[in-house]
């Protein structure tokens, strides 16, 4: 197939004055290539300046290269700037478009000559990317050449170009699944959100930012926050230093997180190195944040921007390089709201944030952990001959399904364990782990929210709302029988106790 062959440029300032007759010596870039050996079918012309300057141009380059009107085309383009590479790009990508192009009839030949280097910068780009097109330039010496340096794109940089991705992703994420990934084997789970943050948890623990853990007590901040230390090639041979900032007493924050001088204050018989000092070239886990005193919360500021910590009573400033995991299941947002935490301190440990959801938004954990801390245990009987090994009964891993887990993964673990060394014989049945779960008090989302898909025990279900109620009315009226009855609806104090002793509720008798 013959290509129609187009000439695509810019009219530049020299175009406009070689028709202005103020370059007598000079015909201008596209008059010069218009007037070499290869005869173009179309003239494709953008400008930028004046309409009407350019129309003139127009007229005198078909005058002068003998071109027909009707092949010379003119376009307006708009441009802020005529050094703007963006406005250019996109306003000659959206032209060019308009255009139809590229169309395999056509061959393009941009000019690089008229017009500004950005201009000429992006003729460049466009020929190699969405327009291929040939190049030509003109200049007084050498006259009209090609352009022709060998640049592919996609064999000569996309390859190293997606090489470099790629080894950057899997420095973030895949790398991990030798060294890295190990760490998180502890981190048993089954559910969607929780390998969401062990994948975030994977691409953060490289760096040595600061990363903050949010989650209900017992969901696994401290168990993350290990295995963020341990995926640190630079950390993981130092301490991973845990501090439940909760359990220190205001008064002494400051120097157990900094260290003090001897003679600080009464009591400081010797100097002390604090919980950063311990933790130098480690990773330092403060526990429970939100609790730390404000006036540590500026010294810890501090140290995070100035990466060194200078002990209470002394002058002295020492450099010390920890990495920082912070944990809370305070709403930290709301305590920066309210001004009892610090929002520059929370923006400097909030740079990577781990949401760990509560167990009873990812029920389908449950059967994992239990398997997880049934066989741990199993385990741990397997030497011992007093100890049996124990299995779950099918009711009552569902019984384990119903409740809440208010403590979270923690309790959990508990629960299974209390269970497990209660029960007489082999068989972990229900009646043994109710007895292990303490607290049967959140019910509702419980009860109502079960997979139905398992199948459910629905008789121990409504014992189990019927119980929860029994419990709450005899514990709103102080065990008064007669009283709870009636809030429970029953015709008489005697009903009450009936049900009382067919689930094993309260303690039997009336006392009123
Ligand atoms: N996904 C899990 N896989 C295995 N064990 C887990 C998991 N999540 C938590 N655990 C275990 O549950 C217990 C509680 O976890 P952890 O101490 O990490 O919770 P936490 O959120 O730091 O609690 P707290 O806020 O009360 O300090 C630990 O024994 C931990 O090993």
Not at 16 to 40: K, Y
Not at 76 to 86: C, E, K, M, T, V
Not at 262 to 267: L, R, S, V
Not at 428 to 455: C, H, K, M, W, Y
């Amino acid at each position: 197939m013959k290509k129609t062959t187009w000439l695509v440029a810019w009219i530049g300032k020299t175009d406009h004055e070689a028709a202005e007759g103020l370059s007598s010596a000079n015909q201008g870039p596209i008059a010069g290539a218009l007037l070499g050996a290869q005869r173009f079918d179309k003239v494709y012309l953008l400008t930028n300046y004046p309409h009407a300057r350019s129309v003139v141009f127009c007229t005198w380059l078909e005058a002068t290269t003998g071109y027909l009107p009707d092949q010379v085309e003119l376009y307006d383009i708009d441009l802020p700037s005529p050094i703007d590479y963006a406005a250019i790009y996109s306003a000659v990508c959206s032209n060019l478009l308009a255009a139809r192009l590229p169309r395999d009839e056509v061959q393009l030949t941009f000019h690089l000559s008229p017009g500004t280097p950005a201009m000429a910068a992006i003729w460049i780009i466009l020929s190699k990317t969405r327009f291929p097109a040939r190049l030509i330039q003109t200049s007084r010496e050498r006259g009209i050449e090609p352009v022709d340096f060998e640049f592919d794109l996609a064999s000569d940089f996309l390859p190293e170009f997606l090489e470099r991705g790629s080894a950057r992703i899997e420095r973030l994420s895949a790398s991990p699944v030798g060294a890295v990934a190990q760490e998180f084997v502890a981190i048993v789970h089954q559910s969607t959100v929780m390998r969401e943050q062990i994948e975030l948890a994977r691409r953060v623990a490289v760096y040595d930012v600061p990363v903050l853990i949010l989650g209900e007590s017992g969901t696994g901040k401290e168990l993350f926050a290990q295995a963020l230390h341990a995926a640190n090639p630079k950390r993981k041979n130092a301490l991973f230093v845990p501090v439940n900032c909760g359990a220190i007493p205001t008064e002494l924050a400051n120097s157990e997180l900094f260290g003090h001088a001897k003679g600080a204050f009464t009591g400081a018989v010797k100097s002390h190195d604090g919980y950063f000092t311990q933790a130098d070239g480690g990773t330092l886990f403060l526990d429970e944040i939100g609790d730390l005193p404000l006036d540590a919360q500026v010294r810890l500021l501090r140290v995070l921007q100035n990466k060194e910590v200078t002990p209470v009573g002394s002058g002295t400033a020492r450099k010390v390089d920890v990495r920082i995991v912070a944990a809370t299941h305070r709403d930290l947002a709301a305590d920066v709201a309210v001004g009892r935490f610090r929002e520059d301190l929370f923006h400097r440990l909030a740079v990577g944030i781990l949401r760990l959801p509560p167990l009873r938004e990812r029920r389908g954990d449950l059967d994992v952990l239990i398997d997880l801390f049934l066989s741990a245990f199993n385990d741990d009987a397997r030497d011992r001959p007093e100890a049996q090994h124990k299995v779950l009964s099918e009711s009552a891993r569902k019984l384990l399904h119903t409740h809440e887990w208010p403590g979270n993964v923690r309790e959990l673990q508990h629960t299974l364990l209390r269970a497990a060394i209660w029960s007489p014989g082999e068989s972990i049945d229900t009646r043994d782990v109710e007895s292990a779960i303490f607290q049967v008090r959140r019910i509702s989302d419980a009860v109502l929210n079960q997979p139905i898909s398992q199948g459910i025990e629905l008789q121990q279900l409504l014992d189990r709302v019927a119980r929860h109620y029994m419990e709450r009315a005899l514990e709103h009226t102080g065990h008064r029988k007669a009283a709870a009855a009636k809030l429970l609806g029953f015709s008489n104090h005697q009903t009450l106790l009936n049900w009382e002793k067919r689930l094993g509720v309260g303690k039997g008798e009336s006392d009123d």
